[in-house]
């Protein structure tokens, strides 16, 4: 199975488990600092372990600055873990997921995700 994180939206995580026959999405509401806890309780939902992931997808390039570096960040971290592919989309191309995974598999394991952002960190106050 291969894994698609999808931070693009304000206090959601889009999770999708796939292959090339089936695709199973779920969204968690919540703040995205619990993308690993969603990621693991959608993992144990399917009755799957962190082993069964052959590859990971990250959309970038849409979503705030912080849920993008975050879910890049964990994607590259597991990738190296677990010695496994690594991909990053445009939001556009999620819907049709199953239809990049040669793309992925292609990808060098140990090349790992640069992420787009959106727009500029927002991280000070203004004065």
Known sequence: MFLLINPSQKDEIHLFLFD???RVDKTFSGPNRELLFCIDKFLREQKLTKEDVAGIMVVVGAGSFTSTRIATVAANAFAYAHQISV???AKE????VQALIPELLKQPVGQYLSATYS???????SR
């Open 93 to 96: 191309q999620a819907d049709g």
């Open 20 to 22: 090339e026959e089936k």
């Open 87 to 89: 991909l990053a989309i």
């Open 119 to 125: 727009g500029e960190a927002n991280i000070t106050v």
